[in-house]
T-cell receptor
Framework: QKEVEQNSGPLSVPEGAIASLNCTYS??????FFWYRQYSGKSPELIMS????GDKEDGRFTAQLNKASQYVSLLIRDSQPSDSATYLC?????????FGAGTTVTVRA | EAGVAQSPRYKIIEKRQSVAFWCNPI?????LYWYQQILGQGPKLLIQ????????DSQLPKDRFSAERLKGVDSTLKIQPAKLEDSAVYLC???????????????FGPGTRLTVL
């Protein structure tokens, strides 16, 4: 059973701070990694994808991947109230995508 | 580009009744997925189609759930008979899946919220 583990939440951060989300996965054979954001009552929407070791930045979001440690993270800089959501880490093995349980982030104004 | 379409958006049924959900993926997307998301959990894959063939249905409760994608485009997921624990959001997703990792991104539909009473 391929597993994806995320740090337990909820995570509460003040507006303007950095939110740090972590994810570990069980199988070294995975090749694609994704972060999805899911607002309450809505479907997941992709915010970041990363395929190789290192950092990938997109606006206020930075994804970090370390395949040797089987670890992927997401940093949200300058957190805004609109960032309040559940963040899902997803890892692809072959053609199958497995999700973590999600970390709920609340940004305090 | 139109997104993944799903219907109905909401459904309330009593246990032991049957229900069906429909999904139309993004045009040209070969791979279609059905997920079950129970409140407070991440999506769990039920079945994956590549064109009209099943790639993975290992987590589909086949005694009550069935799915088809006859023409390799839209798909239906059926539950018969429903149980209380089937109450969840059923998400459909699609991906281009042309072999390169950049084509692996899954795009989700709005989901169908099922309540079984």
């Amino acid at each position: 059973q391929k597993e994806v583990e995320q740090n337990s939440g909820p995570l509460s951060v003040p507006e303007g701070a950095i939110a740090s989300l972590n994810c570990t996965y069980s199988d070294r054979g995975s090749q694609s990694f994704f972060w999805y954001r899911q607002y309450s009552g809505k479907s997941p929407e992709l915010i970041m994808s990363i395929y190789s070791n290192g950092d990938k930045e997109d606006g206020r979001f930075t994804a970090q991947l370390n395949k040797a440690s089987q670890y992927v993270s997401l940093l949200i800089r300058d957190s805004q109230p609109s960032d309040s959501a559940t963040y899902l880490c997803a890892v692809m093995w072959g053609v199958k995508l497995s999700f973590g349980a999600g970390t709920t982030v609340t940004v305090r104004a | 580009e139109a997104g993944v379409a799903q219907s109905p958006r909401y459904k309330i049924i009593e246990k032991r009744q049957s229900v069906a959900f429909w999904c139309n993926p993004i045009s040209g997307h070969a791979t279609l997925y059905w997920y079950q998301q129970i409140l407070g959990q991440g999506p769990k894959l039920l079945i994956q189609f590549q064109n009209n063939g099943v790639v993975d249905d290992s987590q589909l409760p086949k005694d009550r759930f069935s799915a088809e994608r006859l023409k390799g485009v839209d798909s239906t997921l059926k539950i018969q008979p429903a149980k209380l624990e089937d109450s969840a959001v059923y998400l459909c997703a699609s991906t281009l899946a042309q072999g390169a990792p950049s084509t692996d991104t899954q795009y989700f539909g709005p989901g169908t919220r099922l309540t079984v009473l």
